[in-house]
């Protein structure tokens, strides 16, 4: 089992910034890559961001590119997204997971490991 607690999120006005943090325990942590999703009321979960478990390779959605950055301390369990430039449409709650050996990184269903999520709200 991987146990994952997300943290950072908040109220944040649009072009301002937030780092999330999701803190990992119970297996090796550095033998998973780890994504990042979100979800809007009333809307489906969606890929964010992912990294994998070197941290030598990284994707996104066209939606956030070039204006989040996921990255990961395995020395430390935690894996983190710096989202800048936030929009309104940013605003969901936010969940990080665990993935053992993925096929597709963007792919939610491959996921093993889910947090319980962290709220971000970007005010206009």
């Known amino acids: 089992q991987v146990q994952l607690v997300e943290s950072g999120g908040g109220l944040v006005q649009a072009g301002g910034s937030l780092r999330l943090s999701c803190a990992a325990s119970?297996?090796?942590?550095?033998?998973?890559?780890m994504g990042w999703f979100r979800q809007a009321p009333g809307k489906e979960r969606e890929f964010v961001a992912a990294?994998?478990?070197?941290?030598?390779?990284?994707s996104y959605a066209d939606s956030v590119k070039g204006r989040f950055t996921i990255s990961r301390d395995n020395a430390k369990n935690t894996v983190y997204l710096q989202m800048n430039s936030l929009k309104p449409e940013d605003t969901a709650a936010y969940y990080c997971?665990?993935?053992?050996?993925?096929?597709?990184?963007?792919?939610?269903?491959?996921?093993?490991?889910w947090g319980q999520g962290t709220q971000v709200t970007v005010s206009s």
């Open positions: 119970g297996r090796t942590f550095s033998n998973y890559a």
């Open positions: 997971a665990a993935v053992y050996s993925p096929t597709r990184l963007e792919r939610l269903d491959e996921y093993d490991y």
């Open positions: 990294i994998s478990w070197s941290g030598g390779t990284t």
